[in-house]
């Protein structure tokens, strides 16, 4: 089925080469940090973790989100997502990729993502993370590849297929929990420090997860014969709807324990997010524009019309986007450096190379589930015509 990925058209190919074009500039920009060192980025002593580790976060829970795909078909029997299944694996099998290049570049140096696993503690929860993560790439690669190469012969999937996609269950919820365990662990750092970091997390990615999908979705209906169905899109649009509001509802939550407690150390980070300390708030407008978005999105999913309209959800689900990686990919992770334990107030700023580094990765990403979707939609055609 590889073959597939070498036929297309002009848009295809000229898609293909301006990401790869991406790519090679996030490598050249890799290569000047593997040369400085991590003194090119703007992380510091005060704050350790940036761009790099707020995108694995991010993308660990649109790995995460495939599940709600999984769950329906193969639990319940719900025939309308066998359609998309795949379509979710995939997604998954790229955004794993991604997550793992950011920890690698974040590391400084290759080598020291080997010796995560050569010389690993049982202590060490990037271990566990990068372990868990590792594992569920293989599983959804496994998965996926066996299920659609089953579709086209027009047989069931194998027995041992089926142990896989209901372990991957399970599987999907701990690569998420147990990344948020990365943050929850740290006795020091007070705006992580909460029991229902994990709740937020997988909320946030199970609304994350049907926004990208329903996009994608949409995309694959213009670009290909290949057709989600309304159905699926109108499901997904529920589903985005309730965990959009979950997600803010713990996020409310938070804040309420924080400022209720009175608590110096757990009010801090919140009010350097929504209104500066200290007169320094580089993150006051993000977090803003995060809370009114996820409220417009919310607004609008909550109304039958808007919501089923696809011209609306389209809109919906770009700014739901946008509204969770503001939070989750930028905010929630730096700011849990701000103040640090001596009261200090030291911001963040990504630099070039950073962010040059990011679209390099992200751009990798799209590359390969580009090339997934391409054998997926020709398979799917195939199938079609016969």
């Known amino acids: 089925m590889i073959d597939r990925a070498l036929r297309g058209g002009a848009g295809y190919w000229g898609w293909l080469g301006f990401l790869s074009f991406m790519v090679l500039l996030g490598a050249f920009a890799y290569a000047f940090q593997l040369q400085e060192g991590l003194k090119v980025t703007g992380m510091s002593r005060d704050v ?6 707020s ?38 099998v790229a955004a794993i990729i991604m997550s793992m290049l950011f920890v690698t570049v974040d590391l400084g140096y290759p080598a020291r993502l080997v010796n995560l696993f050569l010389y690993a503690s049982r202590n060490s929860i990037l271990f566990w993370d990068a372990s868990v993560l590792m594992g569920y790439l293989i599983l959804n690669i496994l998965i996926g590849w066996n299920v659609l190469s089953a579709e086209r012969k027009g047989i069931k999937p194998q027995g041992w297929v089926k ?34 970091l994990a709740p ?66 757990h009010m801090h980070s919140f009010a350097y997010l929504f209104a500066g300390l200290d007169g320094k708030g580089r993150l006051v407008p993000y977090m803003w524009l995060s809370v009114v978005l996820s409220l417009v999105a919310i607004l609008l999913l909550l109304i039958p019309k808007t919501r089923r309209d696809h011209g609306a959800l389209k809109v919906i689900c770009a700014i739901s986007l946008l509204s969770l990686w503001m939070d989750k990919g930028l905010c929630l992770v730096i700011a849990g450096f701000i103040p640090n334990p001596l009261e200090q107030v030291t911001q963040y700023e990504p630099t070039l190379p950073e962010i040059v580094i990011t679209f390099g990765i992200y751009s990798l990403g799209g590359l390969v589930l580009t090339v997934l979707y391409k054998i997926v939609v020709s398979v799917k055609e195939e199938i079609e015509t016969t």
Not at 64 to 73: E, Q, T
Not at 163 to 185: D, E, K, Q, R
């Open 48 to 53: 350790s973790w940036g761009l790099y580790i």
């Open 55 to 92: 995108q694995l976060t991010f993308l660990v829970g649109i790995a995460a989100s495939a599940v709600i795909l999984v769950i329906p078909y193969y639990l319940h029997n719900d025939k309308v997502f066998g359609r998309v299944t795949i379509v979710g694996e995939f997604l998954a």
């Open 163 to 196: 142990v896989l996609i209901y372990l991957s269950i399970p599987w999907a919820v701990s690569i998420h929990t147990v990344t948020a365990f990365l943050y929850a662990g740290l006795p020091a750092r007070h705006l992580w420090l909460t029991a229902v």
């Open 200 to 265: 937020r997390f997988l909320a946030s990615a199970f609304a994350a997860g049907p926004a990208i999908l329903i996009l994608l979705g949409f995309i694959l209906r213009r670009v290909s014969r290949f057709d989600v169905g309304d159905e699926v899109i109108r499901k997904l649009s529920v589903i985005m709807t309730y965990t959009m509001i979950l997600n803010l509802f713990l996020l409310l939550m938070e804040i309420f324990t924080a400022f209720y407690s009175n608590i110096p150390s």
